[in-house]
Each structure stands twice: as C-alpha cells, then as structure tokens.
C-alpha cells in the first residue's frame, strides 16, 4: 500500500503562484509514475502531469505547459507541484496519484494510488 497526502493548497489572486506537495508513505518504491490530476464539480479528473521515477521525465497537459512544473524527490516519498501565473480556470481540487505501472499515462484509471486531494482556488 502507498498513502499520499496533498498539502499547499489555497485562494490566491489570478498571476499568483502556489506549490502543492504531494508526501508520500507505504511502498513508495513499488511506484514507477505520479501524476497530478484536478477536478471541478461535475468533471472527471483531468490530466495535470505526470513524473517518472526512472529518469525524472515529466509531461503535461496542453492548458499547463510552461506555467505548471512537476520535480520529484529522489527517494520517491515526495511529488511537487509548482504553479505559475494561475488562472481562474486553475480553480479545482488537485490530487496525486501513484502508479505502479511504468506507463506515464494521461488517464486517471491507470493509477493505483490516490490522496485526498487539495483545494486551489484562483480569484479574478
């Protein structure tokens, strides 16, 4: 089992930053991907980014490329999520995931582990 805890979120103006981090616990090694996903009311989770543990490679959805950067710790116990120049639409209950597989996939039902999720919310 691997427990994932999500922390740093908050209200911020529009152009603001936030850092969300991820800690992760349990059988953290057993992990190959994580990835951030954020959810409004009434939606799926949608795609934020991913992180690979092999080689640190990281991939984003289109709408964050350039204003939101993922990095990880190396001992896999923790996932960072920095956020530029937030935007109104950024407003959603971000969550990290963990996967056990070594596909970097764009698909919430392709990982294993999930947090709580934390709220961002992004005021205009």
């Known amino acids: 089992q691997v427990q994932l805890v999500e922390s740093g979120g908050g209200l911020v103006q529009a152009g603001g930053s936030l850092r969300l981090s991820c800690v992760a616990s349990?059988?953290?090694?057993?992990?190959?991907?994580m990835g951030w996903f954020g959810q409004t009311p009434g939606k799926e989770c949608e795609f934020v980014g991913t992180i690979r543990w092999s080689d640190g490679s990281t991939q984003y959805a289109g709408s964050v490329k350039g204003r939101f950067t993922i990095s990880g710790a190396n001992a896999r116990n923790a996932v960072y999520l920095q956020i530029n120049t937030l935007k109104p639409e950024d407003t959603a209950v971000y969550y990290c995931?963990?996967?056990?597989?070594?596909?970097?996939?764009?698909?919430?039902?392709?990982?294993?582990?999930w947090g709580q999720g934390t709220q961002v919310t992004v005021s205009s």
């Open positions: 349990g059988r953290t090694l057993s992990t190959h991907v």
């Open positions: 995931a963990a996967s056990l597989g070594r596909v970097s996939s764009v698909q919430h039902y392709d990982y294993d582990y």
